[in-house]
C-alpha cells in the first residue's frame, strides 16, 4: 500500500475509535482500496459546461435522495427544504436520516441508505474524516453524493470561504469606525477546529487588524455549532470580560450569544453581533431593527439544497453534473431583506432564472456516471489563497 494510502487509513481507524465506530468494520474497510480514490491532488477546476454530453444511468439505484442530516439548526433546515422541493418537482422520493451531532450514527445513516439502493445521498457531516468511506462506497456502487463543504463528493457544495468571512469583517469594522469611534471588544466564535472553514475567520481577523483600537478579548470554538453552543460559549466569556461588544461567528451560535448577553443583562442596542448563513432568526433578528444583531451573510442554504437535489435528479438520469459548486455570499440588509426572503421562499424560480441562480451559485467541472472515478476527494476551493 502507497504510504499516503496507509497514512489515510491510520487516520480514518483513528477517528473510528475516537467516535465509537467498531474498529472491525472499519479495518474491513481499510484493508484494500475497493474503488478510486478520486481527484486527491488539488485541481482548478473549469467552469461547468451544461451542454456536456450525457452518459450512461446508474444502474439498479432507486430514484431515492435521502438526505444525511447533522443537526436541525435552521441553515440544515434551509438545505432540506430546498432538497425536498427539488425531489418533488423532479419525480424523486425523499428521505432524511437526522444524525443529531452524532459521528457515528450518521456513518449507520450513510450506510443504510447504501444497502437500500438509495440512489443520491447529500450529506452535511458531522464528522467528515469518520464518515468518508461511507460516502467513496455510495460513489463507487454508480450512486450521487452530494457534500456540504468536505469531500468526498460528486458534488462538493462550498463557499468561498475568506470571502464569506472578509464581507462579515468588513461590515463590523466599518461599524466600529463609523459606531464605536474605532474602539471594540470582540469576540470570535470560530470553527477554526474545521480546516475547511477556517479562512472564514482569518479572514474576520484581517479586517479587524486594520483597526488598533480593537481588542480580540475571545477567539475559540464552541463546543457544539447550535444557539445552545454559542450561549453556553458566551457565559464562560462574560465570566472574565462582562463588556463585549463586538461578536462575530456562524448565525446560529451569534443567535446563541445573545440569548446569553440578554440573560446576563449585558446585550446593548449599539452592539454589532454578525453572522454567517442568512438564518431565519438572524433574519428577524435584524428586522426589527434597534437590537444588536446588525447582519447575517445569507449562504442561500435553501436555493443551494434546491440545486444538489436537481443535479441528483440529472445524475440518476444519466446527464453530466458539476463536480463542485460555490454558493457566493449575500450581506444581508433591511434594503434587500424582502427580495431575499421572497426568493428563498421560492428556490425553484431562482435556480430556473439564470440571472438570479448566478447571484447565488457558480458551478465549476463537469462529471458523470461514466466518469465518477473523477470525483472530488480533496478539500476543494474556488479561492486560489
Known sequence: MHPASKARVAA???????????LESSAQDGRAQDGPAGLTVPTVLPLFNPSAPSCGAPPALLKVLGFAQD???????????????????????????????????????????????????????????????????QIWAGGYVGTVVPPPATLLLNAPQYQTGKVLGDAAAAYIRRRLGGKARVVLLTHDSLQFLAPRFVAMRDALQALPGVTIVADLSPQTVNKEGGAATMRTILLANPTV???????????????????????????????????????????AAGGPYKASISLASPVFGYAMGHYAADWLEGKSIPQAMDVLPIALSLENMAQYEAEMADPAAVYADPARRAVYLRMYGNICYDTRDQYVNFPWSSERR
Do not use: H, W
Open 71 to 137: 443537526n436541525e439548526r435552521q441553515f440544515m433546515q434551509g438545505v432540506a427544504r430546498g432538497l425536498s422541493l427539488a425531489a418533488r418537482d423532479r419525480g424523486l422520493d425523499y428521505r432524511v436520516e437526522l444524525a443529531r451531532n452524532d459521528a457515528a450514527r450518521q456513518v449507520e445513516q450513510v450506510q443504510g441508505f447504501r444497502s437500500a439502493r438509495v440512489g443520491a445521498v447529500v450529506a452535511a457531516p458531522v464528522d467528515a474524516l469518520s464518515l468518508s468511506r461511507s460516502l467513496q462506497q
Open 12 to 22: 480514518i481507524v483513528a477517528a473510528c475509535l475516537l467516535v465509537g465506530i467498531p
Open 245 to 287: 461588544d463586538v461578536v462575530l461567528g456562524a448565525d446560529t451560535v451569534v443567535l446563541g450569544a445573545l440569548a446569553a448577553l440578554r440573560a446576563a443583562g449585558k446585550a446593548r442596542a449599539d452592539q454589532f453581533l454578525g453572522g454567517i448563513d442568512g438564518e431565519p432568526e438572524a433574519i428577524q433578528e435584524i428586522k
